[in-house]
């Protein structure tokens, strides 16, 4: 990974990766790896849309009418879970999702890297663990980052044979 620039996206564990166009789901990231962020100008065309820096840091700034700024997150009405209500509470059984994705933990976007210069995904729906060999892709490859999703710039079929191979890096 010498040489290999970080590009400022937060690709974190659990992550869906999907195709460019959407349509076919590629897999989960299992891993990153963060590096050292690219030099001015030479960064990599990805965006992250949904959960952008300033959202992570902070709330972005809304302006509403008479100008006033206003936290979209600050008031949390009710405190009640969607998840309480039913059909079948799975809070007490260990189910922690509710809790955090709510707007209290910024929606589920902690601990992602900043700078992130691979990262690995467990392919398929099928989660098999050492018996499903990850794919390796670099942030080159990163087309969008949204809240839990990550678009490459190739379809499921255009995966280079490269990403099948396991980085060289600690």
């Known amino acids: 990974m ?3 620039a970080a590009v400022p996206l937060r690709i ?3 992550m869906d990766v999907f ?3 959407q349509n076919q789901y590629i897999g989960t990231v ?5 590096g050292k962020r690219a030099a001015s100008g030479t960064e990599n065309s990805a965006r992250e849309t949904g959960s ?3 959202a992570v840091r902070g709330n972005p700034p809304l302006q509403a009418e008479g100008g006033a700024a206003v936290s979209p997150t600050a ?3 009710s405190k009640t879970l969607g998840e309480e209500l039913g059909p079948f509470p799975t809070e007490a059984l260990g189910n922690d999702g509710p809790i955090n994705q709510s707007a209290a933990r910024k929606y589920g976007t902690g601990g992602s890297e900043p700078d992130v210069v691979l990262f690995a995904v467990r392919p398929g729906r099928i989660n098999l663990g050492p018996l499903t060999p990850p794919l390796y892709i670099p942030t080159a490859a990163v087309r969008s980052v949204s809240m839990a999703r ?3 710039d190739v379809q499921r079929d255009q995966i280079p044979p ?3 191979q396991a980085p060289h890096v600690v």
């Open 19 to 21: 195709s460019a166009y």
């Open 150 to 152: 990550v678009i490459l």
């Open 162 to 164: 490269e990403w099948r």
């Open 52 to 54: 952008t820096i300033e």
């Open 75 to 77: 008031h949390i009405g």
């Open 30 to 34: 299992i891993r990153v790896w963060p």
């Open 12 to 14: 974190r564990p659990g």
């Open 2 to 4: 010498d040489g290999v």
